[in-house]
Structure formats: C-alpha cells, structure tokens
C-alpha cells in the first residue's frame, strides 16, 4: 500500500551521516503570512567548550575546557528572532512601543516567551522548534575555531560582526546587517543576548571528562544561560565563551533568543532533489494487492495539452522515475494527470515526487509499504 508521510516521526529514524561542508545547505521555516525564518544546517561534530587555562579574559564560569560532542546534526536560525517573525507566531509583541520595529531582534524576552514563541512555531511548521542548548550555542558560534572569538584571540574586529557598546549607539540594530560567522550565522555576538535551554547554576563548573549531547547543570535555580552578548553590555560578553545568565520570570530589553530546529534529513533530501513543498498536491490510489499505484495531480494551465515532468527520488536522492506525461482531462484552466507507478522494484520506504509543468510545481512525500 502506500500513502504520504505526514510526520516526521518516522523520518526521525533514518540516519544521515555529514560531515562539515564549506557550503552552508539552507531551509525555510513558514511562520505564516509571508513570514519567514531561515535556518542553517549546523553539522555534529566535537569541539572543545570553554576556556583553557590562562585564556585572554577568562572568567570562572567557562572552565574547565573539555571536550563536547554534538551528536546529531541540527538547523539553527540564520537571524536572531525578530519582532516581526514574533509578533505573527505569536500575536504579541514584548518590546516596548518606542523600540517597536519589525526588522529588529525581538526584545524583554523570558523563559515564558521563548517558550511561546517556540511551541507556537511548532504547532505552525509541524517541526521542532526550540531554544538551543548551551553546548549547541557554543559549537554553533565558534564554527569550527578554536580561540574565544571566532574571527580571532582578541575583539579587535568586533565591529564588523557584533553591535555592542562601541558601535550600537544604546540600541538594537535590524538583524543581519553586519557579517557572519564562517556558519553563516548572523549576530551571534552582539545585538541582544540569546537565552539557551540550559539552566545556570552559580556554584556549577563545566565537567573536565568528555560528554555527549550536554544539557547543563541540573540545579533548579530560577537562571537560564545567555549567550552571545549585547548591544549594551561590555565587548568581552561578545564571545564564544562568555556566560551570562537572565531571571526565568523577568526579562530585559537586551534579552533576546535564537531557534533551533531538530533535524529529521527531510529538507537536506528536499535541497538534493529540488523538491519545493506546497503541501498535499499529489494524490496516490493505493492498492495493498498490486505494486502499481496511481498517482494523481492536477495543475493550472492555460494550454490543455501541456506536458508535466513527474520525478521520484529515493530517500538517497536518487531518481527512480522521470516520466512526461499528458493531462487526462482538462477544466476550468486546471489539467488532471495520472500516472501509473510499478513499484514492484522500490525497496519499501520513503520517496520524493516532483510534478513540474512551466513554471507550476508540485511535491509530496510518500511512504512505500510492501
């Protein structure tokens, strides 16, 4: 039989294994309304978290350095969250009326509107949305560096990436107006502050023994970790490295957050094929007795007799069909194809169908079952 693959959840089994490519691989979250968040594919990998002994401005709270890996690969936002991306997921907007402005990083956030935001975002795009871990953060900012600054040892630079107390002029800046980090992330020093998942703990140190996938301390106290630093705050909070905390209840103006995005290999096959997705569009007969199924789409044309290209992958991307076909039927400016699929050689699984005519196209995700 076979039908769409609705939820990730079964995605979330396959395994994909990456390494760090030069070229960062882009997706898009749809918030709604023509509202976007653009995500970069962040690589797992093992890093070293923290200061060594004796690094330029260490402070207590980054040591020991030791060594963290990131086990699975995870998208992390292009951009900080904006006021407007915000305000559409949510329908509030916590910054005050005088600082309001859509293109700017979302301000006064707590552990309560991060989580608003998050579960909102979830709910929308069907994926899952979240805070970053701490260890995340950090892998994700020093990009493959290893000196407290990822474009160096000191923040002579800073200006060039980073709105902080030299450049900012007392407030916040639209996101993405300075360069990024070698990731392609941008703002991840400076602007506002970004709250992570982790809790903070005065008292809590690092681990010196290498650890998988860390979640932090496990104290209960009302603190969450920030990172990254911020418009109004000294140049060495603008770092890799540096901890900060914010209260779980109350927030500030220079409180701000950044998404992550749990990833199930589903858009990196969607980047591969060029599929665009546009929803349930194409339809499938199944028919658990027969490995022939029909698969069926309807486009709008203006031209009755216009040609479609249907191209299924496989879950490795490879095209399994590519076949031109004929509509069936035409009315109202919409042509109907169908086309029959002899899956008796498909291995059961997950495939990609492609429907393009012109300009028009057309995809979904199918599920083979023998």
Known sequence: MQKFLATAALLGG??????????PIYDTLDLGNGVKLELVLIHAGTFLMGSPTGAYLRKDDECPQHQVTISKNYWMGVYQVTQEQYLEVTGTNPTPVQYQDPTHT????????????????????????????????????????????????????LNLYAWNPSNAGGTTHPVGQLQPNPWGLYDIYGNNFEFCSDFYADAWRYPSEPVIDP????????????????????????????RCWGPISTSGRNHGMRVVVD???????????????????????????????????????????????????????SLVVSSSIVPNSYSGMRALYTYAWNASGCLSGVYFARAAAGSRIMSARLLLIK
């Open 14 to 23: 396959m395994l994909f294994l990456c390494t760090v490519s030069a070229d």
């Open 215 to 242: 979640t932090g301390t496990d104290s209960t106290e009302p603190k969450k970790v920030l990172r990254g630093g911020a418009f109004d705050m000294g140049n060495t909070w603008c770092s890799s490295v540096a």
């Open 263 to 317: 990833d199930t290999g589903t858009a990196m096959l969607e980047k591969k094929t060029g599929l665009k997705s546009k929803g349930p569009s194409i339809h499938c007969s199944p028919n658990p007795f027969n490995p022939q199924t029909m698969i069926v789409f309807d486009l709008e044309q203006g031209n009755k007799n216009a040609r479609a290209l249907l191209q299924i992958y496989n879950a490795k991307g």
């Open 106 to 157: 979302v301000e006064y956030m707590n552990v309560a509107r991060t989580a608003a935001f998050c579960t909102q975002a979830s709910i929308r795009t069907g994926r899952n949305v979240r805070l970053p871990t701490e260890a995340e953060w950090e892998y994700a900012a020093r990009a493959g560096t290893t000196t407290p600054f990822f474009f160096g040892t000191t923040y002579t630079n």
